[in-house]
């Protein structure tokens, strides 16, 4: 059984779509994020979301919009894509939000922008 | 979030043990220090996580300087499947910098 799955897993796509990437855990657990992994490697979180509220924004641009329709899923949607965006996004849980939680990290999806 | 400076890469043989080493001088004192991996092609994977004391778990060790400016991540027996990207993340958020790459030879 996944634990945290994301579809799809590669997303090739023109500049100035709109596309979305969904997350499902299947953990139970409270909190869920969404991580940008660029191409050197450095991951930087730019949401979290705990009970389907929203309890960090990182500095993120206003084209992605996370919605949580309930604990077990986290989708990420993106408007007007950029040269930019191409990254690697995984989905990620925790039992709860604290600074110790284990997080438990999806597969991956690879947004390649043209 | 506390800056972390890591090796680029190491080697190790298998079976021995991989000293994987950390500093991370800014961090600030309710951090806690949390370790990850990450396989070529999949998501980051918890290893373990401490804040004062060494700990101990079923993968691997942490063993935190006193004065927390520094920790060191511990395989015992590194195996072929050891193999990957190890990341140090202190803080409150996980942010990743470029970690190390571990080979592990048979």
């Known amino acids: 059984d996944t634990a945290v799955s994301q579809t799809p897993k590669y997303l090739v796509t023109q500049m100035g779509n709109d596309k979305s990437i969904k997350c499902e855990q299947n953990?139970?657990?409270?909190?869920m994020y969404w991580y940008k992994q660029d191409s050197k490697k450095f991951l930087k979180i730019m949401f979290s979301y705990n009970n389907k509220e929203l309890i960090i924004n990182e500095t993120v641009p206003n084209r992605f919009s996370p919605k949580s329709p309930d604990k077990a899923h986290l989708n990420l949607h993106i408007n007007s894509l950029e040269l930019g965006d191409s990254a690697v996004y995984f989905c990620?849980?925790?039992?709860?939000?604290?600074?110790?939680?284990?997080?438990?990290f999806g597969p991956g999806t690879r947004l390649t922008v043209l | 979030d506390a800056k972390t400076t890591q090796p680029n890469s190491m080697e190790s043989n298998e079976e021995e043990p991989v000293h994987l080493p950390c500093n991370h001088s800014?961090?600030?004192?309710?951090?806690?220090i949390h370790w990850y991996r990450q396989l070529p092609s999949q998501g980051p994977e918890y290893v373990i996580h401490g804040l004062t004391s060494n700990v101990n778990n079923r993968m691997a060790s942490l063993a935190i300087a006193e004065d927390r400016k520094s920790s060191t991540l511990i395989l015992h027996r590194a195996t072929l499947r050891d193999a990957a990207v190890y990341y140090c993340?202190?803080?409150?958020?996980?942010?990743f910098g470029a970690g190390t790459i571990l080979r592990v030879k048979s």
């Open positions: 993340a202190p803080g409150n958020k996980l942010v």
């Open positions: 953990l139970g657990h409270d909190t």
């Open positions: 990620a849980s925790s039992q709860d939000e604290g600074r110790y939680s284990e997080q438990f």
């Open positions: 800014t961090i600030s004192g309710t951090d806690y």
